[in-house]
């Protein structure tokens, strides 16, 4: 079982951006998709982004269409998503899954404040 790294995260002000990366081996993220959710304080888990296997196919949440970017980092073992034009309703727990296996990180907190 290995387990996913969150990183990157911090305090943003509106406007501003910021690159989360989710760390795994390369065997790992060679046959697994990864997907992105967040969990702001009290409430429910929504989906950020997803970046398949093969990197070709990416899907994002309807709030952060246009301004997330999901991408796979092979040279890193890594899949980053960069997140612009953030606004304090971005705030939350960042939160890396892969799928299918299942395997979640322990997340990367977020908080967009000026």
Known sequence: QEQPVESGGGLVQPGGSL???CAASERTLATAAVRWFR???????EFVAA????????????SVKGRFTVSRDLENNRVNLQMHSLKPEDTALYLCNLYPAGYWGQGTQVTVSS
């Open 39 to 45: 969990q702001p304080p009290g409430k429910e888990r």
């Open 19 to 21: 690159t989360l990366s």
């Open 51 to 62: 970046i398949g296997w093969s990197g070709g196919g990416t899907t994002y949440g309807e």
